[in-house]
Nanobody, 115 residues
């Protein structure tokens, strides 16, 4: 089970932090990440982080603005979003990758960047 939180309305240039808490033990996970989707478009990767070593991967359009991090020893991943732009408006989804090969999605949280 994944529980995402932290979405909302923010003005351009503002910041938000998304958080995703997953059920289970960290040893069962390979990686966690955030994706986003706008109506009429495919869901796209925003950022991922491995649970061992903490290697990160970012989409080009968020590099330098967003930071993904994992709470040590916990199955919680945060996405700090700074310098938000109107084009960042989307539903953001948490995703986890398990050692078993299974992949799970969270329920999504709306982020709206507008003045």
């Amino acid at each position: 089970q994944l529980q995402a939180s932290g979405g909302g309305l923010v003005q351009p240039g503002g910041s938000l932090r998304l958080s995703c808490a997953a059920s289970g033990t960290i040893s069962s996970f390979v990686a966690m990440g955030w994706y986003r989707q706008v109506p009429g478009k495919q869901r796209e990767l925003v950022a991922t982080i491995t649970t061992t070593g903490g290697s990160t991967n970012y989409a080009e359009f968020v590099k330098g603005r967003f930071t993904i991090s994992r709470v040590n020893a916990e199955t919680t991943v945060n996405l700090q979003m700074n310098s938000l732009k109107p084009e960042d408006t989307a539903v953001y989804y948490c995703r986890v990758f398990m050692k078993s090969g299974s992949v799970y999605w969270g329920q999504g949280t709306q982020v709206t960047v507008s003045s």
